[in-house]
């Protein structure tokens, strides 16, 4: 049995939600990131794209759909989408053929 990965958020900035109680949630560009690994799953180096980490914010937050912790999320990475799963306005089905050849 395949286990399912929860990939955690890289975002190129930050912001402080005071209703919350202080809590830091990701702003601008993510990518999806998976603890212990110091590089996102497109591959960027979480220190050298100075990516701010967010292990208590998954992936699937950061859909605006989601309302958690999109409020502030500008783009996600595409690369990282389809690794970590796509959901939303661009999602597209996964594949599947509909007339195979005998």
Request: hydrophobic residues 30%; glycine residues 8%; contains cysteine.
């Amino acid at each position: 049995m395949a286990r399912v990965k929860q990939y955690a958020v890289a975002a190129s900035g930050q912001w402080t939600d005071e209703e919350e109680g202080r809590r830091r949630l990701p702003s601008g560009e993510v990518h999806a990131w998976e603890p212990g690994l110091n590089q996102t799953v497109c591959g960027l180096s979480l220190s050298r794209s100075r990516l701010v980490r967010f292990p208590h914010v998954t992936w699937l937050d950061t859909f605006p759909e989601s309302g958690g912790a999109a409020d502030r999320v500008r783009r996600q990475c595409p690369r990282c989408a389809s690794v970590a799963g796509r959901r939303g306005h661009d999602a597209r089905p996964r594949w599947q053929r509909t007339n195979p050849r005998p």
